[in-house]
């Protein structure tokens, strides 16, 4: 059986040796003489289940490197060692490192044993309750899409496309927590299910509006937003959809204070600038074209979000070729190059939508059931 991870923190040797000779034992101890070397550790041998760090260290103290670890690795369970002068600085670290416990020094070791031993219960109940959240969430968007790509397969082609494209671009910006980006793309068109596909069509092939529709359009993060600002652990997420249209209105004016975290500002931008890219590329904008559109537009503004929807972006769609297939030959990585209806003329499947063994199956089904026009058209990779 794996024994948990404990990091100890501490630049005198002899207490390192010390606090291991007590917790090896019973865990998996590493040690480290500075806050750098533990960052390092902890990235290389991770996850780790305890921090235990001492409060006074060259560098960066044992509070603000908790925080770091906090901003890093949130479910690991910090704990500080402090002497009878460091008080209030323990009393900060608590409050801005999320400090699970602070112990004066010297600590008995029972009592050590006894703090981390309970430390790790803790980290293994968040554990647990975490990914059993994550599952629940994760359904929870499944059906969400599931209702979209049925309701309305014109924006669930699109929120696909820009999932692709905003998980891409948080990655190689090295974004933290990038699940929530994808999520936000993938529900960025929920609102959407009150659109008629029809409209939604002139929107993306940018036909004129008229005032009813215009208002309707405008309203669709609003409403996506409503669905979702009530979920658990969506609430961030509903905050960048209700903003991908003016992720401006998030961010702080000079000098003020921010209201929202920086992720959601983050999360709105890519967004924004990942829904502009899709315009351009559905309006029949080749990638390098679109890319040099929106620098020109922001005139150095998001440059490096640019740089990086420019890095990796789907190119791939330009190294596809078209293709008239039927049902039986459709497999994953193909891309529609054509909105697909059933026989008796309802739209199942929409143009740009890039295929899945979901997407697969889900079309076999609609063909057993109501039948399916053929041949229709897809692009495939250019062998």
Partial sequence: MNRHKVLVVDDEPHLLSGVKDILRKYFNVYTAESATEGLKILAAAGPFSVVISDM?????????????????????????????????AASRAVNEGGVYRFLAKPCPPDKLIEIVSKAVEDYQTQSVEADLLKTTLF??????????????????????????????????????????????????QLGCVTLPPDLLEKVYTHTD??????????????????LLHKIPRLE??????????????????????????????????????????EDLIMAGASHNHAIEKLHKHFK????????????????????????????SEL?????????????????????????????????????????????????????
């Fill in 300 to 327: 150095g503004k998001y440059g490096v979000q640019i740089d990086a929807l420019s890095a990796t972006a789907d190119k791939g769609r330009e190294m596809l070729i078209p293709k008239n297939i039927h049902l």
């Fill in 56 to 88: 006074r260290m060259p560098e960066i103290d044992g509070a603000q490197f908790l925080t770091e670890v906090r901003a890093q690795y949130e479910s690991t369970i910090r704990i500080l060692l402090t002497g009878q002068a460091d008080a209030e």
């Fill in 236 to 277: 961030d997420v509903a905050t960048m959809v209700r903003n991908q249209n003016n992720p401006e209105s998030l961010a702080p004016e000079n000098g003020e204070k921010p209201t929202v975290k920086e992720s959601i500002i983050v999360g709105a931008r890519l967004l924004y600038l990942a829904g502009l890219y």
């Fill in 139 to 188: 359904s929870s968007v499944e059906v969400m899409t599931e209702v979209l790509s049925l309701v309305n397969p014109v924006a669930f082609s699109r929120a696909g496309r820009l999932s692709r494209t905003i998980s891409k671009m948080a990655k190689k910006l090295g974004l933290k927590n990038t699940w929530q980006y994808e999520i936000a793309a993938l529900l960025s």
């Fill in 209 to 226: 509006l008229d005032e009813e529709e215009t208002e309707l359009v405008k309203n669709h993060p609003e409403v996506s937003y409503q």
């Fill in 331 to 383: 497999a994953p990585g193909m891309v529609f190059s054509e909105d697909i209806f059933s026989d008796s003329g309802m739209l199942l499947m929409a143009k740009g939508q890039r295929v899945s063994q979901t997407v697969v199956g889900r079309l076999m089904g609609f063909h057993e059931r109501m039948g399916v026009k053929q041949p229709f058209r897809v692009l495939v990779a250019k062998k």
